[in-house]
């Protein structure tokens, strides 16, 4: 979802199911969640937002869903004029590279830890680079920007819309110490979303 919330924000679930299994996920995933959505629910999520929406498509991972699915998904959210964003580990900019055009921007979350390689998106002018940091891998921060010195990152901690779920979370000293040492290694936006926080009750979660 973008980085900074609007007045009309909604995030829609179209899926569970992820090639990744991310210990700070924060939507259960196929790994703990047996029962997926349906084709059927995706619609009639879709029909409970306005027209003129900011609408983020995410999972789970989008490029799970065949392709038919997710044409008419996002036809049908244009068709009302909205926004579209989505999110994904960089499956779906595998499967269906030639999608991406509508979507305002695309939420490449680029590591599942900082182990990861990352995919070659130069060919494409509306990716984010997303790193989930936390006080787990917080150590491997340095070596995984040193690796890609030419890209400005979405620096993001792990936090959780929901008060019941658990997971690792980033303590205020390594905030401030990521602040501090790689505020010019990242964008504006998430900057100021590290210093400030998510503002979760601005968005209308469909999952």
């Not at 989505?86 to 590279?97: A, D, Q, S, V």
Request: with cysteine; hydrophobic share 30%.
């Amino acid at each position: 979802m973008p980085i900074l919330t609007t007045d009309k924000e909604y995030a829609v679930t179209i899926t569970y199911k992820c090639n990744w299994n991310c210990e700070y996920c924060a939507i259960k995933n196929d790994y703990d969640y047996k029962e997926n959505v349906t084709h059927e629910d995706v619609l009639k999520k879709l029909e409970k937002i306005p027209n003129n929406s900011n609408v983020t498509i995410f999972g789970g991972e989008p490029g799970i869903i065949e392709r038919e699915k997710n044409e008419n998904y996002i036809y049908f959210l244009k068709n009302r004029n909205c926004k579209l964003f989505l999110e994904t580990n960089g499956l779906f900019i595998k499967k269906y590279p030639d999608l991406l055009h509508n979507f305002q921007e695309i939420l490449y979350h680029c590591s599942q830890d900082l182990d990861d390689e990352m995919l070659d998106c130069s060919q494409f002018n509306n990716i984010r680079y997303l790193i989930i940091v936390h006080d787990k891998n917080i150590h491997k921060l340095h070596d995984y920007l040193t690796k890609y010195q030419n890209i400005y990152f979405d620096i993001i901690e792990a936090t959780y819309p929901y008060p019941e779920m658990k997971g690792p979370t980033l303590s205020k000293q390594n905030k401030n110490h990521i602040i501090s040492k790689y505020g010019n290694r990242m964008t504006k936006e998430s900057f100021y979303r590290l210093l400030n926080g998510k503002k979760f009750d601005k968005i209308t979660f469909l999952t």
